[in-house]
Antibody
């Protein structure tokens, strides 16, 4: 059974950094692209960014709203994806979901599994 | 970026009746080389993460009941629940994965009338 478990969320001041982790199990982690999707309180879903599998370069793409501030990485030996968030803004406050991608190798694809999410609150 | 627009924003349907949610993309998400529409639907119940319902516009996800169906092509898509059950109360989102950034519709809240 596939499981995705996010960790690392919490309260952080504007301008500071936070690193989220996503620990995966139940599938061959290295074979799939992984995305982060966020949801601000009471709002809809916003794709944050993704990382391709190493077989397709392991490169990353990001939403314009986080490009240059957020970095996604992966450790296939540990089945963990990371989201490093720098220069955080109040508008980054959201539940952050880790998702497993399908439907393509060079695109984020659709998301067949989601973690439970971790809440990041950016406030002074 | 491709803009996804859902209608209606909210919907109230009686138990056992049909529910229909529409999703329109600002450009086609049909890829002619593989004859596929890059469109997915998700269900999000209160306090839970989204769950994949439909992908490639019409294929049901694992374990998704047969009362859920997806249709459409190009820029216009529909999610239909043939006979509404109480457990179907949720917010429903469409998503295009034709191009990056992938984008979601704003969501449709489905309630029992």
């Amino acid at each position: 059974e596939v499981h995705l478990v996010e960790s690392g969320g919490g309260l952080v001041q504007p301008g500071r950094s936070l690193k989220l982790s996503c620990t995966a199990s139940g599938f061959t982690f290295g074979d799939y692209p992984m995305s982060w999707v966020r949801q601000a309180p009471g709002k809809g879903l916003e794709w944050v960014g993704f990382i391709k599998s190493k077989a397709y370069g392991g490169t990353t793409e990001y939403a314009a709203s986080v490009k240059g501030r957020f970095t996604i990485s992966r450790d296939d030996s540990k089945s963990i994806a990371y989201l490093q968030m720098n220069s955080l803004k109040t508008e980054d406050t959201a539940v952050y979901y880790c998702t497993k991608g399908r439907g393509g190798v060079h695109i984020p694809g659709y998301f067949d599994y989601w973690g439970q999410g971790t809440l990041v609150t950016v406030s002074s | 970026d491709i803009v996804m627009t859902q209608s209606p924003d909210s919907l109230a349907v009686s138990l056992g009746e049909r529910a229909t949610i529409n999703c329109k993309s600002s450009q086609s998400v049909f890829y002619s080389s593989n004859n596929e529409n890059y469109l997915a639907w998700y269900q999000q119940k209160s306090g839970q993460p989204p769950k994949l319902l439909i992908y490639w516009a019409s294929i049901r996800g694992s374990g998704v009941p047969a009362r859920f169906s997806g249709s459409g092509s190009g820029t216009d898509f529909t999610l239909t629940i043939s006979s509404l059950q109480s457990e179907d109360v949720a917010v429903y989102y469409c998503q295009q994965y034709y191009s990056s950034p992938v984008t979601f519709g704003q969501g449709t809240r489905l309630e029992i009338k």
